[in-house]
């Protein structure tokens, strides 16, 4: 953001955060904090109590297609930090403050997450055979929203890490089949790379409508997108 012209006339002042402690770092170390410190979204994070950027992706797509409603019951894949259950729980009023119904949030990771009020955080392994019957018995029922912001570590080849992430948006939509109910809404990040057509072709076949967005909190030199697929047919 540019600064105010100073008394000498020497133009407007780089207010850019630089990364001063660059000594032992790698490049790729460097590159990433400096990308930190100065992406507005994490500062829009930090000043909203959101514990990473990527809430700011799923109150986007909520604002369009309005799935995370008073009552829903929500499964958030992957949820470690935890900022998509801090937005599902206000949104589907799961702490009860407003009248109307109260619905609930299930996060699952394979790492303990900090607690989050009015969400339920599970060490969980949704890949394992029984994920779905155990996650339905938390719910009492059927899902009505299943989300994944789930990414795989990168290994540094572009397609591979394409493949890896395309294969695990896969297996999440295949748990959504099993647990949520009809008209339900699945929330997947996926990456742009040519090889998820079968994923789309699946999805087409599954739900009324399947949209791609690239949200505005997503990064402009981000591969990513997001796949929201509404009317689960059951």
């Keep these: ?51 990473s950027r990527a809430a700011f992706k799923i109150l986007e797509l909520n604002d369009k297609y309005r799935f995370l409603v008073p009552g829903a019951r929500v499964v958030d894949l992957g949820c470690a930090p935890g900022g998509w259950c801090q937005v599902a729980v206000p949104c589907v009023n799961a702490l009860g403050k407003r009248p109307g119904p109260v619905g609930r949030v299930t996060g699952l990771d394979l790492q303990e997450v900090e607690p989050i009020m009015g969400a339920e955080i599970h060490r969980l392994d949704f890949l394992q055979d029984d994920a779905d019957v155990q996650i339905k018995a938390w719910l009492g029922g059927q899902a009505d929203v299943v989300m994944s912001d789930m990414a795989v570590a990168s290994c540094g080849h572009k397609q591979t890490d394409h493949l890896r992430i395309v294969a695990l948006c896969e297996a999440a939509a295949y748990f959504a089949f099993d647990v949520l109910d009809g008209n339900g809404t699945f929330v997947a990040k996926v990456l742009t790379g040519g090889t998820e057509g079968a994923l789309q072709h699946i999805l087409k076949q599954k739900f009324a409508k399947v949209a791609n967005v690239k949200p505005s909190a997503s990064r402009p030199d981000s591969s990513e997108k997001f796949v929201v697929a509404t009317g689960f047919r059951g």
């Design 1 to 51: 953001m540019p600064g105010k012209r100073d008394n000498s006339g020497r133009g407007r002042r780089d207010l850019r955060v630089r990364v001063k402690t660059a000594k032992g770092r790698r490049l790729s170390s460097r590159n990433w904090l400096d990308r930190q410190l100065n992406d507005p979204y994490v500062a829009r994070a930090r000043d909203a109590g959101y514990r």
